[in-house]
């Protein structure tokens, strides 16, 4: 099984700054890693998969990079409505995801 | 718009059975793969299944293999899971997921049914 880790467990961030989710995979994914966010007792959204393709409805200030083993999700200025929690998840074999990051209000 | 609304979730004792239902709409259900992925109380995502547009693939996640099985119904747009011997770690949100084709990427999610395995 593919271990995937993500980093920081909360990023504490003011509305308008930039923030940087990090995600690294125990072992090679290629680039089949995807974002979900998720807010409290709802499901998740999908945000991102391939790494960097934006899905149906996704605001241009979220975007992915990275490949083989790591891999990062950018929220370009924080709206209000993006503080959440997000999880990557690869899908190169059985898929599994990572433990999630919590962004915060500052 | 694409719906998917879970039912069947419950209190069940351990060793019970249980028989979870999606129903879909808003798309074409049978050119899709569906998963069933869940999420533990205060934890995680996990994956739990997955079945191919037609249902003649099918994967299961370790913790789940040999006791729940996935199947489909594409003339009532609706995927099932058929748990067996629940065990008290399988309490969690279960959650359906349409596939954007058959690659495990979930495009689309409904809200959720509860399940609590407890005597």
């Known amino acids: 099984e593919i271990v995937m880790t993500q980093s920081p467990a909360t990023l504490s961030v003011s509305p308008g700054e930039r923030a940087t989710l990090s995600c690294r995979a125990s072992?090679?994914?290629?680039?089949?890693l995807a974002w979900y966010q998720q807010k409290p007792g709802q499901a998740p959204r999908l945000l991102i998969y391939?790494?960097?393709t934006r899905a149906t409805g996704i605001p241009a200030r979220f975007s992915g990079s990275g490949s083989g083993t790591e891999f990062s999700l950018t929220i370009s200025s924080l709206q209000s409505e993006d503080f959440a929690v997000y999880y990557c998840?690869?899908?190169?074999?059985?898929?599994?995801f990572g433990q999630g990051t919590k962004v915060e209000i500052k | 718009q694409v719906q998917l609304v879970e039912s069947g979730g419950g209190v069940v004792q351990p060793g019970r059975s249980l028989r979870l239902s999606c129903a879909a709409s808003?798309?074409?259900?049978?050119?899709?793969?569906m998963n069933w992925v869940r999420q533990a109380p205060g934890k995680g995502l996990e994956w739990v299944s997955i079945?191919?547009?037609?249902?003649?693939?099918?994967y299961y996640g370790d913790s789940v293999k040999g006791r729940f099985t996935i199947s489909r119904d594409n003339s009532k747009n609706t995927v099932y899971l058929q748990m067996n011997s629940l065990r008290a770690e399988d309490t969690a949100v279960y959650y359906c997921?349409?596939?954007?084709?058959?690659?495990?990427?979930?495009?689309?999610w409904g809200q959720g049914t509860v399940v609590t395995v407890s005597s």
């Open positions: 808003g798309f074409t259900f049978s050119k899709y793969g």
């Open positions: 997921a349409k596939d954007r084709g058959y690659s495990y990427v979930c495009d689309y």
């Open positions: 391939g790494t960097s």
């Open positions: 998840q690869h899908y190169s074999n059985w898929p599994t």
């Open positions: 079945i191919s547009y037609d249902g003649s693939n099918k």
């Open positions: 072992q090679s994914v290629s680039s089949n």
